[in-house]
């Protein structure tokens, strides 16, 4: 069943690039902008870490901590985050637990693949509360990043 505003943000614990174990609850007391993406060197994906990147000190300023997750492999996720200079931390949902568990699993993406996230934002207050949710249909969907920098703006 989908996640909905109002609701405590399930906590979980993953694998940052660092090989260090990231839990979402520790992150009480500041906003967090949870994102999912599904694949690191895809295009769109690029371009939204990338943008996130960019915008990094913004969310800092905001007491806003970034968090993407993907499928992909804590080595693949360290790879991305040198190339593209991300600042902020990428952890590895390889078992596809924390997806399922937001329900933004996508069973058929392209290519004939299963199980890779959805294109998903989430912001979540200081408290733990969902306030702003988006899970995108489509892998080549973009979010709405103003919405989503209105949101942290407006907890601040």
Do not use: H
Not at 67 to 72: L, M
Not at 100 to 110: K, M, P
Request: charged share 20%.
């Amino acid at each position: 069943m989908p996640l909905s505003i109002g609701e405590t943000a399930p906590d979980f614990s993953l694998f940052d690039t660092n090989k260090k174990i990231v839990t979402l609850s520790s992150f009480r007391g500041k906003t967090v902008v949870l994102l999912f993406f599904p694949l690191a060197f895809s295009s769109i994906c690029t371009k939204e870490m990338c943008e996130m990147g960019s915008e990094y000190a913004y969310y800092e300023e905001m007491n806003a901590e970034i968090i993407a997750v993907s499928v992909d492999s804590l080595y693949t996720n360290k790879k991305f985050k040198e190339i593209n200079q991300l600042g902020f931390t990428l952890l590895s949902d390889f078992n596809k637990e924390v997806a399922e568990i937001y329900d933004v699993l996508d069973n058929n993406f392209a290519f004939g693949y299963r199980g890779v996230s959805k294109r998903a934002s989430f912001v979540i207050d200081p408290a733990g509360i969902i306030v702003f949710a988006e899970v995108l249909p489509s892998p080549g969907d973009y979010p709405d990043m103003s919405q989503l920098k209105q949101t942290v703006m407006n907890l601040s």
